[in-house]
């Protein structure tokens, strides 16, 4: 028996940040003083602040060691699992004059509520045994042993569950749907595929718990009378599909997948179905035309996939972070979900933050939070000083929240009425420094790349509204060119076949609508307010302030600038790559963007 | 596995190791085992190991915490194992050994009974 818990962080994040080298020196250093009967090093899944990784967490004290590296490890195992004396200066320490905290009294942690995370960072996910602990296929088993199937879909309907993948369907509903139309063939069908460039709520979920979805999937099974379930992942998650294999051996092997599941007769199995990366497929059609081996693009609905879906039978699709929700549903009942949240949307909500925030990672709150508590709270406010200017939501499909919207409370219906939406749950955020049209033209570049070129729309408009977005951002547009934009916009979202291209033109509108005024001055005054559009801006040199001491001719690598020794210097606009380092390299100043 | 109570089993057998791991939210008994260099050399490892083996047998994690502490001062009455109860006065034992924390653990974290002949309250401090 162990004493104490050596919590390593195993998701993405951390690994990349070298979490496993840590782990096999850890091993190492407690093997070399003789602790490896009292102390137990667990590589778990993601704690969420990813930015601060790797991330070790020691118990039973709880103590947050943040930015480990291998060198340290000799440190904690010398002083901390020896000698009981936490390495104080590795203790994450969220305002540097506060003492030493643990992990769940940072305001990073107060604020959250942790449903679909709720395993995440706390056990090891290539163990059953572990998910099992923390109540786990006890929700399966109270299914199984005691309720009607529809019971079950009743619990979701009436907890209010919605689809956590974008659109924010009633779950219950889904599968009421489906569970009404007859047939001895039914499929369920879990959609990992997240695309949205921003968001990894998904992956997360999968590396740190993903028994809590293979048991999610086993319910809906047996409510709406499935046996076979499919969970379609993206390839670039290796983590993600290397433990969910795991987790589906380790079910079979204790029987809560296959045939006759805790002596009830109902029979149920999950197969991993890998996506080569394609963002359509992350559309419900598209993405049951790729499981069936076919190339992943969308087809026209009705008939929807609850009556007619993969290999055209009736089939129910949710996204991962939904399934995380069901388990919960199941065993705390529908009365302590719905408590949870606002009017219509409730529960909680994952949120990937990224962008110009100190705490990137992930964060789980209850719906209604409001977005300055998200980003001025928990994400710990804007780095540099520098001003909040907008959030984007939704990926490519949503829009940006401007600064005075940041106290509306966030939920599915608040998020639609000011031109944005919850997507999957990104969150990316923007300062002073970014270009909105720049922004738009981010996005619009991944679905033009993105679009699968089945229907025209899509195909071609995303692609001519880029063109015009490239036009503004060189300072070759007309007024006449934005009444373009908004036509064309309003007619994809139309006209599109999915909702890739339906919703392709959000950011576009969205910062049409609340910026305005920037896309003006790119083209009224060619000028690119945040100085991020190259074409638009030129570097100068204040005659007042230069010395002459070379140092940016020097570096320069277009041979730009000119001058004598202690004489101001000139640069040259037609040379200039406009690549900045002139600024950077100046000690006095003197080089400003206009 | 054909019954939810094999699966109950499972659980109550893991839950132990996972409860320690739960974050501490002060509504514990905390049992803090002096482990600076004084009280490894007077032998507090066995004592640590001692306590938290058998919270964890009985399946107690949920309501004591193990935990190690530095060195309080005391260095000639090492091992040092102090217990805090909320809402009760701290209690100090000193000179432990695995036999007197199993002493302790039975009369004073089970039964709740402080056993007086250990504390430093009882010891000639001179």
Not at chain 1, 1 to 26: A, F, N, Q
Not at chain 1, 235 to 264: C, H, T
């Amino acid at each position: 028996m162990y004493r104490s818990y050596v919590l390593v962080c195993g998701g993405t994040g951390c690994t990349s940040s070298g979490s496993l080298k840590i782990i096999e020196r850890m091993k190492d250093e407690i093997k070399r003083v003789g602790l490896q009967d009292e102390v137990n090093v667990v590589e778990t899944g993601c704690h969420g602040l990813c930015a601060l990784g790797p991330i070790v967490v020691v118990y039973p004290e709880g103590t947050f060691y943040s930015l480990v590296k291998v060198e340290d490890v000799p440190e904690i195992v010398e002083e901390h699992l020896l000698k009981g004396r936490p390495v104080k200066r590795l203790i994450y320490d969220e305002e540097s004059s506060i003492g030493p905290k643990s992990l769940t009294d940072t305001d990073f942690f107060k604020k959250q509520y942790r449903i679909a995370l709720r395993n995440c960072g706390v056990i090891n996910p290539e163990k059953i045994d572990e998910y099992i602990a923390r109540d786990g296929y006890e929700a399966l088993g109270k299914v199984l042993t005691s309720m009607k199937p529809q019971e079950v879909i009743d619990i979701i309907t009436k907890s209010g569950l919605r689809g956590r993948g974008g659109a924010g369907f009633p779950t219950g509903k889904k599968w009421q749907f489906c569970a009404n139309v007859p047939s001895d063939i039914k499929y369920v069908c879990c959609n990992a595929d997240e695309g949205d460039p921003g968001a990894f709520m998904d992956r997360s979920v999968l590396e740190g718990d993903p028994h809590a979805v293979l048991e999610a999937m086993t319910i809906a099974g047996y409510a709406i009378g499935s046996h076979q379930g499919y969970i379609y992942v993206r390839a670039e998650y290796p983590i993600a599909v290397k433990r969910l294999q795991i987790a589906i051996d380790q079910a079979r092997e204790y029987n809560l997948l296959g045939k006759d599941i805790f002596g009830s007769g109902f029979d149920f199995d999950i197969e991993l179905r890998l996506g080569a990366g394609a963002f359509v497929c992350g559309e419900e059609t598209a993405l049951m035309t790729s499981i069936e081996g076919k190339r992943g693009e969308p087809r026209p609905r009705p008939p929807f996939p609850a009556v007619k879906g993969l290999f055209g039978q009736p089939s129910i699709l949710n996204n991962v972070e939904t399934w995380a929700n069901v388990c919960q549903i199941i065993l705390r009942g529908s009365d302590w979900f719905s408590a949870i949240g606002t009017e219509k949307s409730k529960g909680t909500k994952v949120f990937a933050l990224g962008g110009k925030i100190h705490n990137t990672g992930l964060v789980e709150i209850p719906m209604g939070t409001t977005l300055r508590e998200i980003i001025e709270d928990i994400g710990g406010g804007i780095p540099n000083g520098k001003k909040f200017k907008a959030a984007q939501t939704g990926g490519p499909s949503g829009g940006c929240i401007p600064a005075e919207k940041m106290d509306i409370p966030i939920d599915y219906d608040n998020l639609i009425s000011i031109g944005s939406m919850m997507g999957s749950g990104g969150l990316i955020v923007l300062d002073e420094d970014n270009c909105m049209v720049d922004i738009a033209k981010f996005f619009l570049t991944f679905t033009v790349g993105e679009s699968c070129g089945k229907c025209t729309p899509c195909r071609i408009g995303t692609k001519r509204m880029l063109e015009i977005l490239e036009k503004i951002t060189k300072g070759k547009g007309t007024m006449d060119d934005l009444k373009k934009l908004e036509d064309l916009a309003y007619y994809i979202k139309d006209n599109a076949l999915c909702g890739l291209g339906q919703t392709a033109p959000n950011p576009v509108l969205s910062t049409m609508r609340y910026f305005k005024d920037e896309y003006l001055a790119h083209i009224q005054d060619k000028h690119c307010p945040a100085g991020v559009c190259k074409a638009l801006l030129s570097y100068n040199i204040d005659p007042n302030k230069c010395k002459g001491c070379t140092l940016c001719a020097k570096n320069c690598p277009a041979d730009a600038i000119s001058g004598t020794v202690r004489n101001p210097h000139v640069i040259d606009q037609s040379k200039c790559v406009k690549c900045g380092t002139c600024m950077d390299k100046c000690r006095f100043g003197a080089i400003y963007k206009k | 596995m054909k019954t939810l109570e094999e699966l109950r089993a499972i659980r109550d057998k893991m839950k132990n190791q996972i409860d320690l791991r739960e974050e501490d939210k002060g509504d514990r008994i905390r049992v803090q085992v002096g482990m600076a260099t004084c009280g490894i050399a007077s032998g507090a490892r066995p004592v640590l190991n001692k306590f938290a083996d058998l919270v964890q047998e009985k399946g107690l994690s949920g309501k004591i915490l193990v935990t190690q502490t530095g060195c309080i001062g005391l260095c000639q009455y090492e091992p040092i194992v102090e217990v805090l109860e909320p809402g009760k006065p701290k209690i100090t034992y000193v000179k432990m050994d695995a036999g007197k924390a199993e002493e302790v653990f039975e009369q004073h974290l089970v039964r709740g009974q402080a056993l007086g002949k250990y504390t430093l309250a009882t010891q000639d401090i001179k």
